[in-house]
């Protein structure tokens, strides 16, 4: 049987990977512009009630529905990829398009195009982080990976505000702290007690790990001020009280070096027991 040169007969295979690689791609290679622009562009349409459940309503639930859809939708493309693809395996006529170049510049631009939407998401709505210290112990574990909030009425910070901020002795190191006192309070700790404008602070994140007290004129740990903290500022204190670098020892946070709030932990991963938290994953911070 001779086969025509112009018929180039479609791989289901392949077809599949290049949907699973990036949406629509399987059907491009299929011939099928139309439905690969919807199919890519579709996503769009999620993202903002997707922001709006991460910013609002971020549960454990949520975390897994969003993720059981995205999974659905791309195998859902991947298969519709490789129906068509078998189908039309022996009759298909290959376009300019259907070069291996051509997808190569395609996903490049993808992955282009997600770059673009996610540094955009991450710059003004939301953004995840790690934490790589004890210091937030017990409220933060070492291996909760948080989300945070980065719109600009989330800077509008109240005492008891967990944020992340650039150390401002080196901008370019990210931490994580709690807002004890604002600009225009009095602070002052006295034997490890927190005072607020001259009002003792009840703390039960606060963890005080070492029962000895150490005097103010060795070390600002326990004994510090009273200082006034100034406008647009911030002191902020680690949970992890004892074990906790933090404005008794570098100053205050300026309001400029503030990212965002914390709005809660989608992700713990215990490294020393190998396994994952999922009591952690869900737990929300406002």
């Known amino acids: ?10 791989k289901w295979w392949l077809a599949g990977l290049l949907s699973l690689i990036t949406p629509g791609l399987g059907q491009i290679y299929n011939g099928q512009i139309y439905k690969a622009i919807i199919f890519f562009f579709g996503p769009l349409l999620f993202i903002p009630p997707a922001i709006y459940i991460v910013l609002y309503g971020f549960t454990r639930a949520t975390l897994i529905i969003g993720l059981s859809v995205i999974f659905i939708y791309r195998v859902a493309i991947a298969a519709d990829a490789i129906v068509v693809a078998r189908r039309i395996r022996a009759t298909y006529t290959a376009h300019r398009f259907n070069k291996w170049y051509i997808y190569i510049a395609l996903l490049v631009l993808a992955l282009g195009f997600n770059s673009l939407i996610g540094n955009y998401i991450k710059s003004s709505y939301v953004q995840a982080f790690k934490l790589p210290s004890e210091s937030m112990q017990p409220t933060l574990l070492v291996g909760d990976h948080v989300l945070v909030d980065k719109r600009p009425s989330a800077l509008d910070l109240q005492r008891g505000d967990l944020i992340v ?7 370019t190191k990210d931490f994580m702290k709690r807002v004890v006192a604002i600009g225009g309070d009095k602070l002052e700790i006295r034997d490890k007690v927190l005072f607020v404008n001259d009002k003792p602070q009840n703390e039960p994140y606060a963890l005080h790990s070492e029962p000895n007290i150490i005097p103010k004129q060795r070390d600002p740990r326990d004994n510090f001020g009273p200082n006034n903290v100034p406008a647009q500022s911030y002191f902020v204190l680690s949970d992890n009280r004892d ?12 309001k400029t070096l503030v990212k965002g709030k914390l709005l809660a932990i ?9 396994e994952v938290r999922w009591e952690r994953i869900g737990v929300q911070f406002h």
């Open 266 to 274: 989608y992700w713990s991963w215990d490294k020393t027991n190998r």
């Open 1 to 10: 049987m001779t086969i025509d040169k112009a018929v180039a007969p479609r």
């Open 243 to 254: 074990r906790g670098m933090d404005s008794r020892f570098y100053g205050v946070v300026d």
């Open 165 to 171: 901020f650039r150390y401002p002795k080196d901008p």
